[in-house]
């Protein structure tokens, strides 16, 4: 019969135990973030390695010997088929061993999960809201919320500022228009700040044509400009 205690643990678990030695990796049923257990040296492998039966893997003596270990223990009871297949090439002392390693990295692991009691996952100290009892997902927290929307509003208040601003539209036309009497920057208005020359167009009297300022006969008719 599996230990009650064992049934309790979080789900979320990577076991990282190899011929060395165990170790688990749980993880947070939210953001997923994980914690390692502490690695537990395996003493089977050590005597294993000391006789020579047990090099960088099984030896085939070790894989006879581990007819008898196919994963059938705590660990891989509580864990499903997948479990049992993972190590199947294990002796049965390095199954036991690692039975009893996983009950106590369960033990090591819960002190760092908290387990909600409305939705029964198990969630790290940043999805835990201490003041209601409960995940965050189904208590999130009142300041976090609070500066979260305020944050949003800043946003908001800032485009709606920004929308009611009048921008400039990069167009330097203006500034850009040359005097074409001195050849310098004339500025906005009627007449040249350089030179004062006009820079309006001299419009020909007889045929309404526009005629550069600087011009005395019109271009179009021959016309004189007044």
């Known amino acids: 019969m599996i230990p009650t205690a064992l049934l309790d643990h979080p789900a979320n678990v990577d076991d990282l ?90 033990n090591e692991a819960k002190v760092h999960f908290q387990r909600c009691p409305k939705c029964k996952k198990y969630v790290c100290p940043d999805d835990w809201n201490n003041e209601a009892g409960l995940c965050t997902t189904d208590a999130p927290s009142l300041t976090t919320e609070t500066q979260a929307t305020k944050a949003q509003v800043r946003v908001e208040q800032m485009q709606e500022s920004v929308k009611g601003q009048k921008l400039y539209d990069g167009d330097s036309s203006d500034r850009a228009t040359i005097c074409p009497t001195c050849g310098k920057p004339a500025g906005a208005g009627k007449f040249c700040n350089s030179c004062g020359a006009p820079l309006g167009f001299r419009v020909c009297p007889k045929c309404q044509h526009q005629n550069p300022p600087t011009v005395n006969f019109c271009g179009e008719c021959g016309g004189k400009l007044g």
């Open 17 to 106: 135990s190899g011929d060395k030695g165990f170790q688990w990796k749980f993880h947070c049923d939210l953001c997923g973030s994980g914690f390692d257990t502490t690695f537990i040296p395996s003493k089977s492998a050590t005597s294993s390695r000391r006789l020579g039966f047990l090099s960088s893997g099984l030896s085939a003596m070790g894989t006879a010997v581990s007819g008898s270990g196919g994963g059938s223990g705590i660990y891989a009871a509580s864990q499903g088929a997948g479990a049992a297949s993972q190590f199947k090439g294990m002796s049965a002392a390095w199954h036991t061993e690692h039975d009893n390693s996983f009950q106590q990295a369960v």
